[in-house]
Nanobody
């Protein structure tokens, strides 16, 4: 069992940056592949970025590639989402998730691969 708590959301102008954090507590953080998802108003939740258990392999959706980066601090049991060049269409609730049982270098891109979810943090990008 792991508990995930996101922070770092807020209101930012288009072109700005934010860094989201997700603190994990419970079972060993390095046991999990980690991911970020988001859900905009009236839309389905979608994949943003993921990292493998090794933390060496990462993957981001095409819509954020080159602008968002996922990283991890295993010493602090925390995963980050650095978001640069933000656009109004990035406005959403952002969720952190943990996936157990993955291969060491295999990020998880599907929601059904994830076992634990945070409560979400709101990101609003104004034009």
């Amino acid at each position: 069992q792991v508990t995930l708590v996101e922070s770092g959301g807020g209101l930012v102008q288009a072109g700005g940056s934010l860094r989201l954090s997700c603190a994990a507590s419970g079972r060993t953080f390095s046991s999990y592949a980690m991911g970020w998802f988001r859900q905009a108003p009236g839309k389905e939740r979608e994949f943003v970025c993921a990292s493998s258990r090794s933390r060496y392999v990462t993957y981001c959706a095409d819509s954020v590639k080159g602008r968002f980066t996922i990283s991890n601090d295993n010493a602090k049991d925390t995963v980050f989402l650095q978001m640069n060049s933000l656009k109004p269409e990035d406005t959403a609730v952002y969720y952190c998730a943990a996936s157990q049982g993955r291969s060491y270098n295999s990020p998880a891109r599907e929601q059904y691969d994830y076992n634990y979810w945070g409560q979400g943090t709101q990101v609003t990008v104004s034009s």
